[in-house]
């Protein structure tokens, strides 16, 4: 399994939903990221599936709320380094 | 045995016969007298599509991973020498995935290219072949989709694939014609099978039912699309080519 950095996480992410890695912390909630919609959640699970093998169904991905379920999501199957 | 049907026990190589639309194909086509060869990558798969289909000298089993286009020449030339002549080629071998635009990176579409053009490409330029094909001429089918005629969210690489197929069969169709080898295309709309369960995992139940409920005769089933299959194979069907049947439940003419 390969590990990535919370700063790499963020920056993954930041590239899946357009969005500038400044503004995106733990704390950030979906509804503020207007890149984070259906089409930004598909290229998330595109990414999580290609690059950490994590294959995540429609229903896991609406219920996560803010980026740090995302976090939580990549810690859970050892994809982010501690 | 079968030399009273219409396929009259004349090969045709199937791709993609280990599931879904090709297994489907494969049975509707040794019904009506053809003998198929089944392409696929899983031994067994492809030998439980020769057990649904019958008799077992109806069907040849072929592993082969149409993503080594490389592979693809030799095989189909090593199958005329030992069968004999060909006389059609289905190419329903596919690649699906949702993938939006930002995901859609070189790699990844390129996948799919390989599996729904190239490697049928590679197939068809094997099976043309003077030594090949039948000499009084032959029947190319290729599997499409509606996404060659419409769009949809998340599937840019599926979509040009598709659309790429569409084309290069209107061309194939055109060049061949002066040796009598029809060349057309099925567009299928949404059928239940593994593939599309596959590709439509990242879809919510909501996602799939919107996209069910835009066929005016609901979902497809398999079968629905191999008959539309054997019909536009079928050698007495001598004046079809360059065309493009939907087999889609009504989705396209909204």
Redesign the interface.
Known sequence: MQQITTADAIKMLAEAFDEPAARLAADVSRDSIPGWDSMGALTLMAELDERFGIELSADESKKMTHIRDVLALLKQHGALAA | MSGSLPFADRWVLLSGASSGLGRAIAIELVQRGARVVLIGRRREMLEQTAALAGAGDRTDVCMLDLQKLDDIGPTVASLAARLGRLYGLVHCAGLA???????SKPE?TRSMFDVNLFAGLELARSFVRRDVVEETGGAMLWIASVYAHVGA??QVGYCATKGAVLAATRAMALELAPRRIRVNSLSPGLVQTEMTEASG?????E?WARIAALHPLGTGRPEDVARAAAFMLDPSNTWITGADLAVDGGYLIQ
Do not use: D, E, H, M
């Open positions: 995935q949702t993938l939006p635009l930002a995901s990844r969210p998340g995992s990242r879809l919510s139940t996602q």
